[in-house]
């Protein structure tokens, strides 16, 4: 029953995502609308040859 949030705001948070240093790529974004809130599941890609706690640092950054 939730709602796909408008092409605006999905590119809003693509680029916001993609501004984050370290980021290659967004590999996946989808954003629903729930009641009044907004929840976005995100996949990014970051350098293979980091550790993984790199990337998870750097996706808790996104």
């Known amino acids: ?3 796909q949030a408008n092409d605006e705001l ?3 948070i693509k680029t916001a995502a993609e501004n984050v240093p ?3 790529a967004v ?3 989808w954003v ?3 009641g009044l809130e907004y929840f976005a599941d ?3 890609e970051v350098d ?3 550790t993984v706690a790199e990337g998870h640092r750097i996706g808790h950054q996104v």
């Open 1 to 3: 029953m939730d709602l």
């Open 10 to 12: 999905v590119q809003q």
């Open 22 to 24: 370290d980021v290659k």
């Open 27 to 29: 590999e996946t974004l």
């Open 32 to 34: 629903r609308k729930s």
């Open 42 to 44: 995100i996949h990014i």
């Open 48 to 50: 293979q040859s980091l």
